[in-house]
C-alpha cells in the first residue's frame, strides 16, 4: 500500500511568498505518518517546498487544511480521486465542518489522529472506509510514536525539527478554533517524552509549535528544567502573562528559548473583552515586553483589528504602541469568524458576514461587516499597519533603537533582520504580485 500525505498551501502561490525564515516542517502530517503501521509506503508531500504530483500512485492520499485552502483542497480531492485514490481529509477545517469535507472525499478524520487514523487504515485494507472518523475521547500524549522527521524533505528548512509538548486550551477566546479542534482541557506530554524525542533527532535548535507553551506553568517549569542539559535554542509561542512569572521566564531563557509569538490581539479592554481573552492584561503588555527582553527574548507581537470597539484610529494607535514598546517584531491580522467559533455563530446570527468563500478566511480579507468602519477601511487600515511596520526605513530605524550587548548583538541581530525583511519579502510580494496596493486610511503615515 502506498500513502502520499499532504499539507496544501492556500493557493498556487504559496511556495513563492513563504521565505525560507518562514517554513516550518509540517508536524501534523508527519505525526499522521508516525501513527502508521510499519511496512507501508509513505511519502509527504509540503507545499510549502514542493509542487503537487498527482501521478504519484497512492492508493490513500491524506490531507490537512485550514480554512483558506479548503476549496482549493476539495478541486485537488476530485483530481486524486479521479485518478483512483481514496482521499482522506483531515485538520482545522475538516473538524470544524466534517459534513461539508465529507461531500468531496471518501472519508473524514475529525480531530486529533491517533486512534482514528489506524482505525481508518485497517477498515481500507478490508474495503469498507466509513465516511466520518472520530475519537469518543481526547487521545493521552504520552507514549505517542515519534513522528516521520524522516520523510522531511532535506534543506528546506532553517529550523528542521518541531515538537509539540501540549495540545487544547482552557481559554475559549471567540476568534479562536484551537478548543474545538483539540478541547478546552489542556493536555500534555510527559516531560520525558519530549526530552527524548529531542535527543532522537540530536536537535541543536527546536521550534514549539504548540499553541500555548506555558497554558501550565507548573508543566512549563519541569519541561524548561529538564532542557537545560540539552543545550538546544528554541522558539515558540506563549501567552502574555507569561511575562508575569520571574521564575518561568527565567527557566526559559537557560533552557535556550531565544523568541516567543505572543498574542497581544488588541490594545482596547473593550475588544479584549468581546474575545474572552481575560488573561491578557493590557496595562501591563509594556512591561511585559520590557521582560522578556530582559531576558533575552525576541518578542513577535500578534495582532488583530475589527473588533467592534475598533473604529479608524485603531491602527496608528496600535502601530504608535508597538514602536513605543519596542516590540521585535509584528503580525497584524483582520478578525476572522472562522467556522466552529463563538465568533462566526455571533457574526452569522447578527447577519453581519458578507462573504462565504473560504478562500478569504485566511485573515487578510475582510469578510464581515465592521461595527465601526467600512469593510475597505479594515482592509486598508491593516494593510497600511503592515507597510509601515516594515517599510525599509523602519525597519531600520527600529533595528538601530534596539539595545543589544555585545553578546545579543551577534546572536540577535541577524535572525532579526532576516525575519523583518523576510516579512517585507511576503509584503512586496502581495503588494505587487497581487497587486494590493493600501489606500492611506486618513492615517498619518510615520515615513
Ligand atoms: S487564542 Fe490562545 S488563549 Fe485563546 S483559545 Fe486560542 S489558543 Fe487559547
Not at 408 to 422: A, K, Q, S, T
Request: overall charge neutral; proline content about 4%; aromatic content about 10%.
Amino acid at each position: 500500500m502506498r500513502i502520499l500525505l499532504i499539507s496544501p498551501g492556500k493557493d498556487e502561490d504559496y511556495a513563492k511568498r513563504m521565505g525560507l525564515a518562514f517554513k516550518l516542517p509540517p508536524l501534523g502530517i508527519t505525526t499522521v505518518a508516525g501513527l502508521t503501521k510499519p511496512g507501508i509506503d509513505i511519502r509527504l508531500l509540503d507545499e510549502q517546498v514542493e509542487a503537487i504530483d498527482f501521478n504519484d500512485g497512492a492508493d490513500i492520499v491524506g490531507i490537512s487544511m485550514m480554512t483558506a485552502a479548503a476549496p482549493r483542497v476539495y478541486r485537488l480531492a476530485e483530481e486524486f480521486r479521479r485518478r483512483g485514490a481514496k482521499v482522506v481529509l483531515g485538520g482545522p477545517h475538516a473538524s470544524a465542518v466534517p459534513e461539508e469535507a465529507a461531500q468531496h472525499c471518501d472519508a473524514v478524520v475529525v480531530g486529533e489522529a491517533e486512534g482514528s487514523w489506524p482505525r481508518l487504515i485497517e477498515d481500507f485494507e478490508k474495503g469498507k472506509l466509513e465516511k466520518i472518523y472520530a475519537n469518543a475521547e481526547k487521545p493521552s500524549l504520552a507514549g505517542l510514536p515519534e513522528p516521520r522527521r524522516d520523510l522531511y524533505k532535506k534543506k528546506a528548512y532553517l529550523i528542521k525539527n518541531t515538537f509539540q509538548t501540549t495540545r487544547g486550551c482552557p481559554y475559549a477566546c471567540s476568534f479562536c478554533s484551537v478548543s474545538g479542534v483539540f478541547g478546552e482541557q489542556y493536555r500534555s506530554k510527559p516531560v520525558e517524552d519530549v526530552v527524548r524525542s529531542i535527543e532522537i533527532t540530536k536537535a541543536r535548535f527546536a521550534g514549539f509549535i504548540d499553541d500555548n507553551i506555558c497554558g501550565n506553568k507548573k508543566y512549563s517549569k519541569e519541561l524548561f528544567k529538564a532542557l537545560i542539559p540539552l543545550h538546544v535554542g528554541w522558539i515558540g509561542q506563549a501567552s502574555v502573562n507569561a511575562a508575569e512569572d520571574l521564575e518561568l521566564l527565567q527557566l526559559a531563557k537557560k533552557s535556550g528559548c531565544v523568541g516567543l509569538f505572543m498574542g497581544f490581539e488588541t490594545l482596547s479592554q473593550g475588544s479584549m473583552g468581546e474575545i474572552g481573552k481575560s488573561q491578557n492584561k493590557i496595562a501591563a503588555f509594556k512591561d511585559n515586553i520590557k521582560r522578556l527582553h530582559d531576558h533575552g527574548i525576541i518578542v513577535l507581537g500578534a495582532f488583530v483589528f475589527g473588533f467592534d470597539s475598533d473604529d479608524v484610529d485603531v491602527f496608528k494607535r496600535t502601530v504608535d504602541f508597538i514602536y513605543d514598546a519596542k516590540l521585535d517584531l509584528a503580525q497584524f491580522t483582520n478578525l476572522t469568524p472562522l467556522p466552529g467559533t463563538q465568533l462566526h455563530k455571533k457574526l452569522a446570527a447578527e447577519n453581519r458576514i458578507i462573504d462565504t468563500d473560504w478562500r478569504h478566511y485566511d485573515t487578510e480579507s475582510v469578510v464581515f461587516k465592521p461595527a465601526q468602519m467600512t469593510p475597505d477601511q479594515l482592509w486598508n487600515g491593516t494593510g497600511w499597519a503592515w507597510n509601515n511596520f516594515y517599510s525599509r526605513g523602519n525597519i531600520l530605524r527600529r533595528m538601530m533603537g534596539m539595545k543589544f550587548d555585545i553578546i545579543r548583538l551577534g546572536m540577535y541581530v541577524v535572525p532579526l533582520l532576516i525575519m523583518n525583511f523576510g516579512f517585507k519579502k511576503a509584503l512586496d510580494f502581495d503588494n505587487v504580485v497581487k497587486n494590493t496596493f493600501f489606500k492611506d486610511p486618513g492615517i498619518r503615515n510615520k515615513d
